[in-house]
Each structure stands twice: as C-alpha cells, then as structure tokens.
C-alpha cells in the first residue's frame, strides 16, 4: 500500500494500530488446524498414526493467540517489507518490564541474548560451556530434545533421575551431587516449570540445586519457557533470582512461545548475567550463521509483554478449569489412571501402571481402538515408561472428545 509523500506507517505494532478486527477472544472456540502446516495436526499420517488420531500429543495450544498479538502482527504485515531487523529499545525494556511485574526479576538489557527457540539456545550453550565427551546433566523424565542436544554434539548425557513416590516427584540431592562428582558433570540442564512432570520446583529445592552446582563449579542452563503458566497457589521462582551468586552461574533460557502460543513465529531469549559466559554463548551463536531475529516474532512478543497480560490471566483460568475437569473425569470413567498433581505448564502427567496394562498395550489401544494420540512417557526416557502425557490447552469441547476416546480406548472387552 502506497503511501503520499511525507506520510509514515508506523510498524511497531504496539502504538498508532488501526482500529482492530472481531478476534476469537474465547478458549471455547474450536479451530480447524487441519492443512496449515501444523506439526501437531498434519503429521501424523507421516509419523505413523492413522489420519483421524485426535492429537493432544506436543505441547502448542489449540487456542489462536490473544487478539492484540494478531492486530499487530497484521499491521506490520501490512507494511508489506520485511527486510533485515533489529530489535529496538521498546522491545528490550517490554521484556525486563515483564519480567519484573510478573516474576520479580530485574534484569540488565545487555543480558538479553535473542534466539529462534529453547532448543537452539541449549545446544549453542553445551558447545559453548563444555567439550567433546564431557558430562551433561539432567534429571529424567526430561523434555526429550534435552537428549538429543547432548548426544548431537558428542557431549556425554548423564542423567539423575527424579523420585516418584504418591504420584509425586521430588529430588535426590545425595545422588545429584554424588553423579556430578562420579560422571565429571561440566554442565547441568534444569527444567523449571519441569516438562513433563509439571513440577513448579521450590526455592529451597532450587537453592539446594544451586548449592551443589556452585560448588562444582558448574553453569547451569535453566530452561524456563512454561514460568507463565502455574497452577493455582504455586508460584515460578526464577533461579538466577535466587543469589546474586547464582545469577553469575545461570543462563535463563525462555520465550513468550508457549505463554502466547507463538513457537512458528521462532522468537527467544537467553538471559546471561555472567560477562564471560554471555561471550562465550554469544560467539558460539554467532558461529552458526544465525542473526538477526524474525520481525514478526519481535512483534508478537512486544505486544504479548506490553498488551496481553489480561488475555493470560484467563488463559490460566480456563487451563485451570480444564484440569479440573479432566480429573473428575478419570476419576469417574477411567479407573487405573491418575494424573500427576500439575504445578506448572499446561500438560498433565497421567500414570497408566493401576490399568495392570504394560506401557505398549496402552500405547495400542490408544492409538488403534480410541483414535487418541497422546505423548509416550518413553520418549521423556525410561523413567517415563507407563505414562503418558496430555496437553490441556485446548477447548473443552476437545478436552472432552479425548478424555471419552481414552476412556473407550482403556475399556475391558
């Protein structure tokens, strides 16, 4: 669109927008996601599953993102150029801004590293902290890509797994300390919010975490994605927040992706305190080519931070309502299925072992009888062997049309 001379588009996409559509506003609302691309919705022919599988498997939302995201993403696009972008001083002060009023943590602008995902970040950390053939640690059952990074770049995977007793998990910290010490660790990856288990890990947990590593003489990369989303009374503790001590050791991993359901748009942070390690990562970044972040990713989280704190509070509220919903039901209709209290994250952690099924009957019957795709436990390691993982975020009338599968998928006869 042209525009007369002296005229200017403004394209921040957070002042001047034009007036903005009628946007689905509501969680309620099912959208076809069928033929967009969609890994969730489109793969699972080419994954193996039967093409009518419902899919509440990886971790997006089957919500559109909130409609002042989709305003500005519109505007910019309408701008209709799309060349070589930098973040600018808004962008960077919408970030410390929420990252104070929503978790009391106030950073540095030259802490903030830009990244087109976690995932990225953590395999550009391992290559920038660590050798070939060094120990890596994580505690099991873990976010799977947290395997793959390690062993991708020759690094040593070590694990520490977390103890499950009265469907809940806590930590070992005798045996953390002992694995770093036996397997050489150089490295430790967290997960908090912890993906799949839904932990929301305590301060004193996470002290006692950063105790050990500091002692060793250890970075530790937290991966801190699902912070947004926790459960009622329970509370995200930023770990580099903890000490300034520990803030020198930690590089925070996170992005507005699943908080506004914006992983296409390939838009995250590292945040690194520590001067010598924020060189270290950022050589390495810098290392494969990659550059300048997507426009339309700093769009969307510019908007998110500056415009969308209402919209996440009742996306709480109805992930909430969801869970709730989804408990009274295995309770009523699937005997032998327990979900794992959620604290954190929009996914439920189901253990299948009261079914008296093995993990691949499971797997079989929910596949092939109920038409229920969900996430196996066993690719979160062997920890996870007799769970599997359900993702909430998505409207009831969905939520309910998957919890009836699973109940068809489990019955006897």
């Known amino acids: 669109m042209l525009r007369s001379s002296g005229q200017r588009l403004n394209i921040t996409g957070s002042t001047n927008a034009p ?21 969730k919705y489109d793969s699972a022919v080419h994954q193996g599953y039967d093409e009518a599988v419902l899919p509440l498997w990886v971790a997006d939302m089957d919500f559109p993102t909130a409609p002042a995201i989709l305003d500005a993403l519109e505007h910019r696009v309408d701008h209709g150029i799309f060349g070589y972008s930098e973040p600018s001083e808004g962008y960077y002060q919408s970030i410390v801004d929420w990252w104070k009023t929503n978790h009391n943590y106030t950073l540095n602008k030259e802490w903030i590293l830009d990244s087109p995902g976690v995932v990225f970040s953590i395999a550009t950390a391992i290559r920038a902290f660590t050798k070939p053939g060094d120990g890596v640690l994580i505690q099991t059952p873990v976010y799977h890509p947290f395997y793959d990074m390690i062993k991708l770049n020759n690094r040593k995977l070590v694990t520490c797994p977390l103890v499950y007793s009265d469907r809940k998990y806590s930590i070992d910290f005798d045996a953390f300390s002992q694995t770093i010490e036996k397997e ?13 288990v839904g932990r929301v890990w305590s301060s004193y947990e996470l002290e006692k975490l950063g105790q050990i590593c500091t002692r060793h003489n250890i970075p530790i990369l937290s991966d801190e994605i699902h912070c947004d989303i926790t459960a009622p009374n329970f509370k995200h503790t930023v770990f580099a927040g903890l000490s300034p001590q520990l803030e020198q050791y930690t590089v925070t991993l996170t992005s507005p992706s699943k908080t506004f359901n914006l992983s ?20 390495e970044k810098n290392s494969t080519g990659y550059n300048e972040p997507s426009v339309l990713g700093m769009v969307a989280c510019q908007t998110a931070y500056e415009q969308c704190q209402d919209w996440l509070t009742k996306l709480r509220i109805y992930i909430n309502a ?18 794992v209290e959620r604290q954190g994250t929009y996914l439920l952690w189901l253990d299948f072992w009261g079914t008296g099924m093995t993990p691949d009957t499971v797997k079989y019957r ?7 795709w969900l996430y196996d436990g066993s690719a979160f390691g062997e920890e996870g062997e007799g769970f599997q993982r359900l993702n909430l975020a998505c409207p009831r009338e969905t939520l309910t049309e998957a919890l009836t599968r699973l109940a068809v998928a489990l019955s006897r006869g």
Do not use: M
């Not at 296409?264 to 050589?283: C, P, T, V």
């Not at 969801?322 to 979900?339: I, M, R, S, W």
């Open 322 to 339: 969801n869970e709730l919903f989804a408990l009274d039901y295995l309770k009523q209709y699937v005997p032998g299925v327990y979900a």
């Open 19 to 39: 007036q903005p559509k009628t946007r689905i506003s509501d969680f309620n609302t099912v959208v076809d996601r069928h033929n967009t691309g969609s890994l």
């Open 366 to 372: 929910l596949v092939e009888r109920g038409k229920l």
């Open 264 to 283: 296409g748009l390939q838009i995250s942070h590292a945040f690194i305190a520590n001067k010598d390690l924020r060189k270290l990562w950022e050589y």
């Open 184 to 196: 050489n660790v150089q490295l430790f990856i967290l997960c908090n919010p912890h993906n799949p």
